[in-house]
Nanobody, 124 residues
Framework: QVQLVESGGGSVQAGGSLRLSCAAS????????MGWFRQAPGKEREFVAA????????YYRDSVKGRFTISRDSAGNTVYLQMNSLKPEDTAVYSC?????????????????WGQGTQVTVSS
């Protein structure tokens, strides 16, 4: 059974940092593109960052470039999102997802598996 479990969310003040983790199990994910998405109340889900299989390429939405860093462990089954200089507009539920093909890493509808999400709240 495939599972993606996020952890590391919480509440921080603006300017603070959090590190999210996503542990994937049930198959080998080293060749999957892994992505992070977020959804704020009343808003649509949006792409945050993605990393290709083998950590070949990384992708970021413009508003988080230079502040967030996506990475994965050597086995490829745990993905991290280091979030620095957090802003109130980063407040959302953050979910990780796995995409077998990785053709369009920014598109959430291309992903095959999803975690339940973890809440990130940034106060001003």
């Amino acid at each position: 059974q495939v599972q993606l479990v996020e952890s590391g969310g919480g509440s921080v003040q603006a300017g603070g940092s959090l590190r999210l983790s996503c542990a994937a199990s049930g198959r080998t994910f080293s060749r999957y593109t892994m992505g992070w998405f977020r959804q704020a109340p009343g808003k649509e889900r949006e792409f945050v960052a993605a990393i290709g299989g083998g950590s070949s390429n990384t992708y970021y939405r413009d508003s988080v470039k230079g502040r967030f860093t996506i990475s994965r462990d050597s086995a490829g089954n745990t993905v991290y999102l280091q979030m620095n200089s957090l802003k109130p507009e980063d407040t959302a539920v953050y979910s990780c997802a796995a995409d077998r093909l990785g053709m369009t890493p920014r598109r959430g509808d291309e992903y095959d598996y999803w975690g339940q999400g973890t809440q990130v709240t940034v106060s001003s």
